[in-house]
């Protein structure tokens, strides 16, 4: 009789436990984290692109739709009137100099650092609400990955520069600027959008860049 009990307790239990996980629904917080993750990824490689578009696309948002994208108290001042002002004089300023024929280069050598600041930036904006070690192991990787964006961008600004006189790069900055904010918007709207545009984006600069390199590596054979 007392093995009955027990056995029936156990089973109770494991309904009730059954139950607490489906209450929970930790499939849909899982997935939430999941493209909260992939918001931050591909925010950060817009920061490759601009330093501030991604952050005033993402001030602007949230500023008009607080609930399309819930950010931590911690956070919250980027969702203000201010910043939104802020950031958008700032993120016009940066797409009108990209369009200035020697201050482009320059500019494109000088946000390499910066940009690798600013993906790390925010990525602990976006992924404020996980635990610390995790939140800050992602935003340094989406920093990494806004680094290497600019240095792959900026490689290809080079060659386009020397082969053209500059006249090419006019090109090469309304490119960027159109995906750093198509890219912004989508991953905040449409994370998994984003991050198959993202995909893309990065396969084509591959592409481009290995041709790039095949040039000059011809134009050193035929000159030697």
Known sequence: ??????IQDVIANTAENINNVANQNI??????????IIT???LSAGCGLRVFTPFFILSLITYLFPELIPLNEDVA???????????????????????????????GAVTVPIAGFSGVAM?????????????????????????GTQ???EYIRTFITAATAGFGNFIVSTVENIFALVLSILAIIAPILALILLTVFL??????????LK????????SA
């Not at 009789?1 to 027990?6: A, C, E, G, R, V």
């Not at 040039?215 to 035929?222: A, E, G, H, I, L």
């Open 123 to 147: 990525g602990a904006i976006i992924l404020a609400d996980l635990p610390p070690a995790l939140q800050w192991g992602l935003a340094i990787l989406g920093g990494g990955g806004a680094t």
């Open 77 to 107: 001042f980027i969702s203000s009137l201010s910043a939104v002002i802020l950031l958008g004089i700032a993120s016009l300023l940066e797409i009108l100099a990209f369009y200035i024929p020697w201050l482009d280069n320059i500019l």
């Open 1 to 6: 009789m007392h093995i009955f009990l027990t």
């Open 203 to 212: 396969l084509l600069i591959f592409i481009l860049g290995k041709k790039v």
């Open 40 to 42: 931050s990824i591909c």
């Open 27 to 36: 499939f849909g917080d899982t997935f939430t984290i999941v493209l909260s």
């Open 215 to 222: 040039r000059r590596n011809n134009k050193k054979q035929f």
């Open 151 to 153: 240095l792959s961008t």
